[in-house]
């Protein structure tokens, strides 16, 4: 908040602008930005199936190891493993076929671009091809 007793408070901040030769400007859609704001949208279904996966695989593992005294402990462990493989895959092949990468949403929205860009010389560098290699031989070669 400015002072309004301030002797500086008719003053405007001092802008310094670094010039460029040009602007690339890209316009992108209303989804193409939800779709970057929230990122890949399976995300968290792949990040349940992992989760799910694992438990399943230690389940598996005390069913294998374990001496279980209880039968009640046993199914417990047995429909943990059942229900972790079956969800987890669902969840994984649900996630494999919606997933789209944000590298082709990215793409997308700079494809735009291509193909209209103006030929214009950038400073600095020069106006004729350069030559190739053979004709770089001298007249005794």
């Not at 230690?58 to 009640?72: E, G, M, P, R």
Request: charged share 25%; net charge negative.
């Amino acid at each position: 908040m400015v002072d309004p007793n301030s002797p500086y408070k008719d003053e405007k901040p001092l802008i310094r602008r670094g010039r460029v030769d040009s602007l690339d400007i890209y316009e992108v859609k209303e989804h193409e930005l939800e779709q970057l704001e929230k990122g890949i949208a399976g995300t968290l279904q792949f990040n349940f199936a992992i989760f799910l996966f694992s438990i399943a695989l230690t389940c598996i593992a005390a069913l294998a190891t374990a001496d279980f005294k209880s039968d009640i402990v046993r199914s417990t462990f047995v429909f943990t493993t059942v229900v972790g493989l079956i969800v987890g895959s669902y969840l994984m092949l649900n996630w494999w076929r919606t997933r789209t990468s944000l590298k082709e949403v990215v793409s997308v929205i700079r494809s735009r671009i291509n193909g209209q860009l103006p030929d214009v010389q950038i400073p600095g560098e020069p106006e004729t091809q350069p030559k190739d290699p053979e004709d770089n031989e001298g007249p005794n070669g």
